[in-house]
């Protein structure tokens, strides 16, 4: 379908204008296919991957029907990690700053219960959240969802895989059978299709095919013997040396051992899979985003809702046996205008599903030989920052600008040495140059930032 302008939908001017100049002026495939639908009211399952537009588009159509003048839970967003739900979160504002006063709370664990008690006394009209947490103040009777007008489940896939199935239906059951239910999943297989029928009333199906730009992402395919498949990472990385890659495994358990095998021979290599604590999984993601790790080494479910931006190149140390996933690992890389690498380990049993790969992109997948990738010249890779972790955050009232302005004033640093700056409630995580890092640690660790002294430690 031809995409179109925003300006071709019943929306209100305020809203078209503020879309105007987010730049978002012609509608993705997703949204031209799913907003008509959306905005009649209809109960939707939308099949499209993760950077195709979807959270505009029912973001869209919440925020065309939401009354801000009544102070009440009128969308429930669902994603499967927190991580998914910030960056959704962060979305709905933007695409709401044409509106005023409209409350966005985000509600996930791994963060304290009071705060969000507190603030769900205080009303809002949005929330954004995961499934266990949402349940739990369902449970203590801290959240209303009788005036839910919208509910949204994002990732649906991954958060049945994930285990959430009993916890979505009964947050499902707390909202009125009068209400506007809108399914995301970047696959739909059918255990998902009768998993989520109940939820449905007459659902209109849309699908955007999930193929790539083959002339921005590079696939190439190597065959390895099973036992071989450790090295052949270890060949790829020495030979390609991307400054960040993530490396996806089919098992936990593969997860661990290749990350261990990885930072054995030098690499900066970190392993996220599930049933890892939240804060674990907050600095690991934090480390890799900020390039303090080179190697991200991953099963699927545990990178869902990851907001990478510049990756440079995708490893599939296991084949997919689900063509849907190797496309959507594969789409990780080469975002933007950047140009992406995807490569891919094949032992002989996974022949057969690279031939479902090639049925799906209807055409051959390039074979290259290992044996002849050399080790680039130069240096060996290693990741440029290191990660200072700082026991301050957002509930000290710490700000980016605080800390950059403490790097660049009273340390002495570039703006140029000092990398991300993430803060959350109780801890703050800066990247720092790794050739003048320790020195920064030295003289901040001595000083203040905002007339306050904090423990600081690099992970």
Same mark, same amino acid.
């Given at each position: 379908?031809?995409?179109?302008?925003?300006?071709?939908?019943?929306?209100?001017?305020?809203?078209?204008?503020?879309?105007?100049?987010?730049?978002?002026?012609?509608?993705?495939?997703?949204?031209?296919?799913?907003?008509?639908?959306?905005?009649?009211?209809?109960? /939707?399952?939308?099949?499209?991957?993760?950077?195709?537009?979807k959270t505009a588009a029912f973001g869209i159509g919440i925020l065309h029907k939401l009354n801000p003048s009544y102070f009440a839970i009128q969308a429930l967003v669902l994603c499967p990690t927190r991580e998914l739900a910030d960056q959704v979160a962060k979305e709905l504002r933007r695409l709401a700053r044409f509106a005023d006063n409209v409350?966005?709370?985000?509600?996930?664990?791994?963060?304290?219960?009071?705060?969000?008690?507190?603030?769900?006394?205080?009303?809002?009209?949005?929330?954004?959240?995961?499934?266990?947490?949402?349940?739990?103040?369902?449970?203590?009777?801290?959240?209303?969802?009788?005036?839910?007008?919208?509910?949204?489940?994002?990732?649906?896939?991954?958060?049945?895989?994930?285990?959430?199935?009993?916890?979505?239906?009964?947050?499902?059951?707390?909202?009125?059978?009068?209400?506007?239910?809108?399914?995301?999943?970047?696959?739909?297989?059918?255990?998902?299709?009768?998993?989520?029928?109940?939820?449905?009333?007459?659902?209109?199906?849309?699908?955007?095919?999930?193929?790539?730009?083959?002339?921005?992402?590079?696939?190439?395919?190597?065959?390895?013997?099973?036992?071989?498949?450790?090295?052949?990472?270890?060949?790829?990385?020495?030979?390609?040396?991307?400054?960040?890659?993530?490396?996806?495994?089919?098992?936990?358990?593969?997860?661990?051992? /290749?990350?261990?095998?990885?930072?054995?021979?030098?690499?900066?290599?970190?392993?996220?899979?599930?049933?890892?604590?939240?804060?674990?999984?907050?600095?690991?993601?934090?480390?890799?985003?900020?390039?303090?790790?080179?190697?991200?080494?991953?099963?699927?479910?545990?990178?869902?809702?990851?907001?990478?931006?510049?990756?440079?190149?995708?490893?599939?140390?296991?084949?997919?046996?689900?063509?849907?996933?190797?496309?959507?690992?594969?789409?990780?890389?080469?975002?933007?205008?950047?140009?992406?690498?995807?490569?891919?380990?094949?032992?002989?049993?996974?022949?057969?599903?690279?031939?479902?790969?090639?049925?799906?992109?209807?055409?051959?997948?390039?074979?290259?030989?290992?044996?002849?990738?050399?080790?680039?010249?130069?240096?060996?890779?290693?990741?440029?920052?290191?990660?200072?972790?700082?026991?301050?955050?957002?509930?000290?009232?710490?700000?980016?600008?605080?800390?950059?302005?403490?790097?660049?004033?009273?340390?002495?640093?570039?703006?140029?040495?000092?990398?991300?700056?993430?803060?959350?409630?109780?801890?703050?995580?800066?990247?720092?140059?790794?050739?003048?890092?320790?020195?920064?640690?030295?003289?901040?660790?001595?000083?203040?930032?905002?007339?306050?002294?904090?423990?600081m430690r690099f992970i």
């Amino acid at each position: 379908m031809k995409t179109s302008s925003f300006s071709t939908l019943p929306l209100a001017p305020a809203l078209l204008s503020n879309l105007d100049s987010l730049g978002y002026h012609e509608m993705t495939t997703i949204q031209a296919q799913s907003l008509p639908v959306i905005l009649e009211r209809r109960d /939707l399952i939308a099949q499209a991957k993760t950077g195709s537009g979807k959270t505009a588009a029912f973001g869209i159509g919440i925020l065309h029907k939401l009354n801000p003048s009544y102070f009440a839970i009128q969308a429930l967003v669902l994603c499967p990690t927190r991580e998914l739900a910030d960056q959704v979160a962060k979305e709905l504002r933007r695409l709401a700053r044409f509106a005023d006063n409209v409350k966005i709370l985000t509600l996930c664990g791994g963060t304290p219960m009071g705060p969000q008690i507190g603030s769900l006394e205080h009303g809002a009209h949005i929330i954004v959240g995961t499934p266990g947490r949402i349940r739990d103040h369902i449970g203590r009777g801290s959240i209303n969802l009788g005036t839910v007008q919208t509910l949204v489940l994002d990732e649906a896939d991954r958060m049945v895989d994930m285990g959430f199935y009993e916890e979505i239906s009964g947050i499902v059951s707390a909202c009125p059978a009068r209400r506007q239910t809108l399914l995301f999943s970047a696959t739909y297989p059918d255990d998902i299709r009768k998993a989520s029928a109940e939820f449905l009333r007459d659902a209109v199906e849309v699908k955007v095919e999930a193929q790539h730009d083959t002339g921005r992402i590079e696939q190439r395919f190597y065959e390895v013997s099973y036992e071989g498949r450790n090295a052949a990472v270890a060949q790829l990385l020495n030979h390609y040396k991307p400054v960040s890659t993530i490396a996806f495994c089919n098992t936990k358990i593969h997860c661990r051992e /290749l990350a261990d095998e990885l930072r054995a021979q030098g690499f900066s290599a970190l392993a996220l899979y599930g049933e890892l604590e939240q804060r674990e999984r907050d600095e690991i993601l934090v480390r890799f985003a900020n390039q303090s790790c080179s190697v991200l080494v991953a099963t699927d479910v545990a990178a869902r809702g990851l907001d990478i931006q510049t990756l440079g190149a995708v490893i599939n140390v296991d084949v997919s046996k689900d063509t849907e996933v190797h496309i959507h690992r594969v789409g990780r890389t080469g975002r933007g205008q950047d140009r992406g690498l995807a490569l891919s380990l094949c032992a002989p049993n996974e022949k057969k599903w690279v031939k479902l790969i090639e049925d799906y992109q209807q055409g051959p997948v390039s074979w290259f030989d290992l044996a002849a990738l050399e080790p680039a010249a130069g240096e060996p890779l290693t990741a440029p920052m290191l990660t200072l972790c700082i026991m301050g955050g957002k509930k000290d009232k710490l700000r980016p600008g605080d800390l950059l302005g403490a790097l660049t004033g009273d340390v002495g640093l570039s703006k140029e040495q000092v990398g991300k700056i993430s803060v959350f409630e109780f801890v703050t995580y800066v990247a720092l140059d790794k050739r003048i890092a320790k020195h920064a640690f030295g003289k901040l660790s001595n000083g203040n930032i905002k007339g306050k002294n904090f423990k600081m430690r690099f992970i």
